[in-house]
């Protein structure tokens, strides 16, 4: 059955209209900016510091120390959207660093020439360096700066230099032959100079290509960004001011802010005049997440702690119910899978590392004598060193020798020594408890039909067996229920 409809009186009507009414006009006049308040005197008016002044702005510092990689890259693009939200006029980014991730330095590079904001670059404090991935960073910035003591350059990718392994001494090229007549008049075919193969000379031309198109959007010496690409040059603070590879030399922050106050830069929101003598730095400081994670990054650490998660993990499958070991390398192998998601991890050098693992516990349960062991040793040594691929950074990302041969030789002893000394004494017969019995040999004392009583070691025992025995015969026990053996003739 339909509802009637409801009807108000037509008092109630005129009430509900006059408030909904006022609720509209009380709602507009809240959504309307509110009316701007009479100018105050000037005798009232702050005349140290107006309000719309650019030096009101602050400068923002951050700290970009280390090798670059994945958390500089955090670092930098946090840096910068905190320096655009709050209106900064610069961020200072105080640089110190030998080089790192080519992918790094990239989206550093990418976020630097986006943003709004002017970016600083200052190599500080005294004997810090911007080297290799560095000297890009600072060709990259809007101003270049650098403290005395300090040095840049040496922007050659680690991974195309002619020196095998890194630390070992550069090797000069083979001489190559020049334009030469040969025996049918004709003249033979110039090797490359550099001794590079194509693919490599390929890669450095790339590098050379894109530091010079930084130099000629910052106006800054290209021939020599070729030079420290091509033959690792590098230059002192001093040196790179005369070539015009920075801008100026800064003793601190502040003489820093002091001299490139006035300044115009181009930025990607136009050109921004700086205004910095005497403003107020805000310094950035890293949260623990970041701190964490510099830490762990170090390919030493994440090694470390990879091994320690593989120690607990097999400790607890061999002892269930511990707990602790399982839980303690359950997390250390977290965080150490989570460390070699921000380095450049080598896929072949993972599996030889999880295969020698396996051959040393392998090593315990079967008798190869020694061979599996053997073979687990290197698989796990060479696997660690080649854990890191040095073709995605500039700098020689990799664990060092005395971390890798201590890591080798404590899981050489642990699994060919502590797990086989394990494994042995699990398969000795029992000696203690109840189960020492089994196995044992008695003799019968009395027997009659199925059951008895046997003598065991100086011991009497009631016993039972399917089949008649007659006194005096040997007999094995095998098996105990409380006080009565099991016991079958001894064969």
């Known amino acids: 059955m339909a509802l009637p409809p409801i009807r108000l009186p037509s008092r109630w009507a005129a009430w509900t209209a006059l408030i909904l009414g006022v609720g509209l006009l009380l709602a507009s006049g809240a ?20 309000v719309d002044r650019p030096v009101d702005r602050p400068v923002l510092l951050v700290d970009i120390k280390g090798a ?23 961020l200072v980014v105080r640089l110190d660093t030998p080089g790192g991730l080519l992918s790094s330095t990239r989206e550093m590079i ?120 091509r033959e690792a040059a590098t230059l002192t603070a001093s040196a790179a001011l005369k070539e015009r590879v920075i801008d100026l030399i800064a003793e601190n922050v502040d003489d820093l802010l002091a001299q490139i106050d006035g300044r115009t830069v181009k930025t990607q929101a136009g050109e921004v005049r700086l205004e910095t003598r005497g403003s107020r730095v805000v310094e950035l400081k890293p949260d623990w997440k970041t701190e964490i994670m ?33 839980v303690i390398g359950g997390i250390c192998l977290i965080v150490g899978l989570t460390a070699l998601s921000v380095l450049p991890v080598n896929y072949a050098g993972l599996a030889l590392l999880a295969l020698g693992v396996a051959l040393m516990v392998a090593e315990a349960f079967l008798p190869s004598f020694g061979v599996v062991g053997l073979g687990g040793i290197a698989a796990f040594a060479i696997g660690a060193l080649f854990l890191f691929d040095p073709d995605q950074s500039d700098i ?81 026990v095998a098996s105990r229920s409380g006080l009565v053996l099991a016991v079958e003739p001894k064969t």
């Open 68 to 90: 670059i990689g994945v958390v500089s890259a955090g670092q930098m693009t946090k840096a910068l959207q905190r320096a655009a939200a709050a209106g900064a006029q610069a």
């Open 110 to 229: 990418h976020a630097i020439l986006a943003s709004p904001v002017p970016v600083v670059m200052y190599v500080a404090p005294n004997g810090s360096r911007a080297a290799s991935a560095g000297t890009y960073l600072m060709y990259a910035a809007h101003v270049a700066a650098m403290a005395p003591s300090t040095h840049l350059g040496a922007a050659t990718p680690i991974s195309l230099t002619p020196t095998g392994f890194p630390g070992s001494p550069p090797q000069s090229p083979p001489p190559q032959p020049g334009p030469d007549a040969s025996k049918d008049g004709k003249d033979k075919e110039t090797a490359p100079a550099d001794g590079r193969t194509a693919a490599e000379r390929k890669a450095i031309n790339d590098a050379v290509a894109y530091i010079r198109s930084l130099a000629e959007l910052r106006g800054r010496n290209a021939d020599w960004a070729e030079r420290a690409v």
């Open 294 to 326: 510099q830490v762990i990054s170090d390919p030493n650490v994440a090694l470390i702690l990879m091994t320690i998660g593989i120690y607990g993990i097999l400790f607890e499958f061999w002892n269930p119910g511990v707990v602790a070991p399982g």
């Open 396 to 476: 020689p990302i990799q664990a060092s020798w005395p971390v890798v041969a201590g890591l080798t030789a404590l899981s050489a002893v642990f699994f060919l020594g502590v797990l086989g000394l394990a494994v042995r004494a699990r398969r000795r017969p029992v000696v203690t408890g109840s189960e020492e019995m089994i196995g044992s040999v008695g003799e019968v004392v009395q027997w009659t039909g199925s059951k008895g009583r046997v003598r065991v070691a100086g011991e009497i025992w009631a016993a039972e067996s399917p089949l008649i025995l007659a006194e005096g015969q040997k007999v094995r």
């Open 31 to 50: 959504g309307r900016p509110s009316a701007q308040p009479a100018e105050r005197p000037a005798a009232d008016r702050p005349v140290d510091r107006p």
